[in-house]
Nanobody
Framework: QVLLAESGGGLAQAGGSLRLSCAAS???????LGWFRQVPGKERNFVAAIDWRARDTFYAPSVKGRFSISRDNSKNMIYLQMNSLKPEDTAVYFC?????????????????WGQGTQVTVAR
């Protein structure tokens, strides 16, 4: 069974930084991993993804150049470094695992999800 647990959310000022972490258990290395975010009443949106070898990454246009996804397969950890935060980045952030090895941007592609961590960016 694959379990994902996010941490690192909280309150940040606009222009500041946060680093989200996601601890994975029961996960083999051959999973692509992603981060999504969701605000109340809206659909869950893609943020970033990384392939199983950490050779390929992909970002939503709204975060490209500000966010960075990485993984440490030796520790079963996934990270999202968020810089130059904006109030519109406020959301619950979810990490997710996809049995496919390549990066994927659609939520239905992902097989396992964490419970989410709240990120709030103040003006």
């Amino acid at each position: 069974q694959v379990l994902l647990a996010e941490s690192g959310g909280g309150l940040a000022q606009a222009g500041g930084s946060l680093r989200l972490s996601c601890a994975a258990s029961g996960l083999t290395e051959e999973y692509a991993l992603g981060w999504f975010r969701q605000v109340p009443g809206k659909e869950r949106n893609f943020v970033a993804a990384i392939d199983w070898r950490a050779r390929d990454t992909f970002y939503a246009p709204s975060v490209k150049g500000r966010f960075s996804i990485s993984r440490d397969n030796s520790k079963n950890m996934i990270y999202l470094q968020m810089n130059s935060l904006k109030p519109e980045d406020t959301a619950v952030y979810f990490c997710a695992a996809d049995r496919g090895k390549a990066v994927a941007t659609g939520a239905p592609s992902y097989d396992f999800w964490g419970q989410g961590t709240q990120v709030t960016v103040a003006r």
